[in-house]
């Protein structure tokens, strides 16, 4: 597999796999993180211009996609019921969604991401029980709630690796 930034000529076929992936979430009872409408086209039209939209291609095939950037996330500046694992530099994965084609591929890109910054964080929906699975599976420590800009409550994770 192959990780490398989302051109504009991407945009059909990741908007495709945010489709298949908000009609798996409403399938896997998870149907109020993202709706019907959730990542709007301009949000990741924006992603890709400022160079922070990723695609994971497996023989030139676009299998997921998410959002990576490191630097302070103004949502992840408090958090309740519990406390991140440290306050070192860290990168945050939004938006991960993949085509279901491939097994394994999340996983993939978000060692991928730690990869690129050894701290890592990432919310999901208290419904997203496969997302919560996948975190877990792969090392996230839960860390307690966020709250979105939007106030929506979101489950915080956290991975550190030793530097």
């Known amino acids: 597999m192959q990780i490398r930034k989302t051109q504009i000529e991407d945009l059909d076929t990741v908007m495709g ?7 798996f979430m409403r399938e896997n009872g998870n149907s109020n993180q993202w709706g019907y409408t959730y990542p709007q086209i301009d949000l990741i039209n924006n992603d890709i211009t400022n160079g922070i939209s990723y695609v994971c291609l497996e023989n030139s095939q676009i299998a997921c996609v998410f959002t990576y950037l490191q ?19 860290y990168g945050v994965v939004h938006r991960i969604a993949s085509s279901g ?27 997203n029980k496969v997302m919560q699975n996948l975190l877990s599976r792969n090392g996230f420590t839960r860390c307690g709630i966020i709250y979105l800009e939007n ?3 979101r489950l915080a994770y956290q991975k550190a690796l030793r530097r």
């Open 17 to 23: 796999i945010y489709e298949s992936a908000r009609q």
């Open 71 to 89: 630097g302070i996330d103004p949502t992840y500046v408090k958090i309740y019921d519990g406390a991140w694992l440290n306050e070192d530099h």
């Open 101 to 127: 084609v491939i097994k394994g591929v999340a996983a993939y890109c978000l060692n991928w991401c730690l990869d690129q910054c050894k701290n890592l964080k990432i919310d999901t929906h208290e419904d």
């Open 151 to 153: 106030g929506s409550k």
